[in-house]
């Protein structure tokens, strides 16, 4: 089922701009299209078109309880120049007392496990519930993000959340997503413009060297696929 319903998106919106794809998909789906916005670059681009739209999708961010200022400082900005509600989840209270009272507060450099445990807490358990009961998740994923992402299509059924992913910026490149934040004065995390360019928890994210991959500043004390489990890709 999930198969040919990702199929018949593909067909039915090959010819849509964005703007026209995420119209089209907020009146097929009413009230259950949702997109989650950690207020990075790629998330500003979709937050913008969907707020000079006025197009009635639901947007939402998770906050770890980790975060930089400076993504909080951007989160204020965009709900001022937008107009419009962010709805937050937080991680549950005793799942992260509970993590923090048995392994303390710097767990996650330990192992991958611990890591990915911090990130579950977080990060996953949150986003299942934000997704539950929603037909359409709308994410900022770009193919040249890392490996792992290159070989994603602009519909895709994502087994582990059972639901259907958007990814609108797909085919676009990072100086097509900065060229587009500039020319619509679009609010941006002052961090990317010191070497930050996938900014997640703040323990977990660097600033990245000339040269590196794009996801070298998550979790880089470690050597693995850096995904936190929002993304199976």
């Known amino acids: 089922m999930s198969t ?6 593909l ?44 197009l009635p999708i639901t947007v939402f961010t998770l906050d770890t309880g980790r975060l930089f200022q400076e993504t909080y ?25 509970s993590l923090l009272n048995e392994k303390g507060p710097n767990s996650f450099y330990s192992s991958v496990e611990n890591r990915k445990e911090c990130c579950f807490i977080r990060k996953v358990a949150p986003l299942t519930k934000a997704l539950q009961g929603n037909a359409i998740w709308i994410t900022g994923l770009r193919a040249e993000q890392s490996e792992n992402r290159s070989d994603l299509n602009f519909f895709e059924y994502d087994a582990h959340f ?6 609108p910026l797909l085919k676009w490149t990072l100086q097509e997503v900065e060229e587009y934040l500039e020319k619509n004065n679009v609010p941006q995390n002052t961090l ?28 880089s004390w470690e050597s693995s696929h850096k995904e936190c489990g929002l993304h199976q890709k």
């Open 162 to 167: 059972d639901i259907i992913k958007f990814n």
């Open 73 to 97: 400082d951007v989160f204020h900005k965009t709900v001022k120049k937008y107009k419009t509600e962010i709805k937050t989840y937080f991680p549950e209270t005793a799942a992260v007392e």
């Open 4 to 9: 040919s319903v990702v199929a018949s998106l």
């Open 192 to 219: 990317h413009k010191k070497g930050f360019v996938s900014i997640g928890c703040a323990p977990c994210t660097r600033a990245i060297l000339p040269g590196e991959d794009i996801r070298a500043g998550r979790w």
């Open 11 to 54: 067909e039915k919106t090959k010819d849509f701009s964005i703007e026209e794809t995420l119209a089209f998909l907020a009146n097929e789906y009413p009230n259950q299209v949702v997109f989650s916005t950690s207020f990075g670059q790629e998330d500003q681009v979709i937050t913008d078109l969907i707020g000079q739209n006025q």
